[in-house]
């Protein structure tokens, strides 16, 4: 009709169709295709799109991640949507998260039979105070039900790993036949080709009565399952600056993320872990005697001591000498009683307390002494009785900020 010039009878096409002569025009005028306008769309999503974008940025944080932390920091009845909603929302905002696909046959156990554990290592974590906090994640997976455990370790030697084995198999409440794992450092040593696994782990998997398999090297997809567990680790990263103390971290991981993770469905299964664990604990075989297991429990952290004097346990803090400034400490805990050691040597012992702050009067006069001058043996000796009074007072409060002398 345009090529003749021939003006269309709007309202005749309109009832000859059914079609809104508004419409008939707008795409006669397009030739064919009708000029949109342009709408900037609004979202229900908008509200948090500043803080989810801070969060983002970071690197560590995962859609995932994110959509758990808002659903505990807002609660998930008060959010505008559930997770699917969420991750299109920023997938249309900031485009999709890329990953690469290999493929890797997939490897079933029945129940009872393997569990898989790795180390998340070297992670950064800031307290609301500033304090940095360097440490990792031990993981634990059930091969048939994909059951998660997650322990916090501030390092990961042979004795760290000990320690956090048998609290994880504690945690799950039973035995595998067989564990999984790559060539750590903290239970293997390799010299040329010859690897050997450490006395310690080989007399504790023998006292267990349960087979340690190690992975080839450069083959992490083996223990594919723990592989994929530590992707749940990075549900911490939203909650960076806003814990108040190491143990807020340690319950964040060790009991909400946990439990988070273990109630997700799981993509190999089609069904959350806490699930299959049901049935799949009936195969556990029972813990060893707690007679076998108590030697390998003796808790052991390591530290290196700061400017403060102050070494951590538990979220209070205990001081050693200033010589040992920059070195690193053994920490071992007895009864009441915290034991610090340098090199094999006792430096230092403190009662077990609730205070926030336990210096040894004889660590803060040599400190105080090294540091003021040009005043009396008698003078030093007031100022730290006076000091150390005020920080046994504060102390006992749950926010405090000291200067350093």
């Known amino acids: 009709m345009k090529d003749y010039g021939i003006k269309p009878n709007y309202s005749a096409l309109q009832r000859e169709y059914g079609i809104d002569r508004h419409t008939i025009k707008k795409y006669y005028d397009n030739d064919g295709i009708p000029k949109r306008k342009n709408r900037k769309g609004i979202s229900k999503w908008d509200r948090y799109s500043q803080e989810c974008d801070q969060l983002l940025r970071s690197g560590h944080v995962s859609y995932k991640a994110l959509w758990l932390f808002l659903s505990h920091q807002y609660g998930e009845d008060k959010l505008p949507g559930d997770y699917n909603s969420l991750r299109n929302y920023f997938y249309h905002k900031r485009g999709r998260i890329r990953k690469t696909n290999r493929p890797h046959v997939l490897y079933e156990t029945p129940p009872g039979k393997q569990a898989q554990f790795d180390w998340k290592e070297d992670l950064q974590f800031t307290l609301e105070n500033g304090q940095v906090i360097h440490f990792n994640v031990f993981s634990l997976t059930l091969g048939y039900s994909r059951e998660h455990v997650f322990i916090y370790s501030s390092h990961k030697g042979t004795d760290d790993f000990l320690h956090c084995f048998i609290k994880a198999v504690n945690k799950i409440g039973g035995i595998c036949d067989e564990y999984l794992t790559d060539n750590m450092s903290a239970i293997v040593s390799c010299r040329d080709a010859n690897k050997k696994i450490n006395p310690k782990v080989s007399a504790l998997f023998k006292d267990i009565g349960a087979t340690l398999k190690l992975c080839k090297a450069k083959t992490p997809q083996t223990k594919g399952k723990v592989e994929n567990s530590n992707k749940f680790i990075r549900w911490i990263f939203p909650y960076n600056g806003k814990l108040k103390t190491e143990n807020d971290l340690i319950e964040l991981i060790e009991d909400t993320v946990t439990a988070d993770a273990n109630r997700q469905i799981n993509t190999g299964t089609n069904m959350p872990p806490s699930v299959l664990f049901e049935k799949e604990k009936e195969y556990l075989r029972p813990l060893a005697s707690k007679v076998l297991l108590d030697p390998?429990?003796?808790?052991?952290?390591?530290?290196?001591?700061?400017?403060?004097?102050?070494?951590?346990?538990?979220?209070?803090?205990?001081?050693?000498?200033?010589?040992?400034?920059?070195?690193?400490?053994?920490?071992?805990?007895?009864?009441?009683?915290?034991?610090?050691?340098?090199?094999?040597?006792?430096?230092?012992?403190?009662?077990?307390?609730?205070?926030?702050?336990?210096?040894?009067?004889?660590?803060?006069?040599?400190?105080?002494s090294d540091n003021i001058r040009g005043i009396s043996d008698a003078d030093i000796r007031k100022m730290s009785d006076e000091n150390l009074k005020r920080l046994s007072i504060l102390g006992k409060g749950e926010n405090m900020t000291h200067d350093k002398l």
């Open 296 to 368: 390998y429990l003796t808790e052991h952290i390591k530290q290196t001591v700061p400017d403060t004097l102050l070494i951590s346990y538990r979220g209070n803090k205990y001081s050693v000498g200033s010589e040992y400034i920059n070195r690193t400490v053994d920490i071992y805990p007895v009864s009441e009683e915290l034991y610090i050691y340098c090199n094999s040597k006792l430096i230092a012992k403190h009662n077990i307390t609730h205070n926030k702050v336990n210096y040894d009067t004889d660590h803060y006069l040599r400190a105080l």
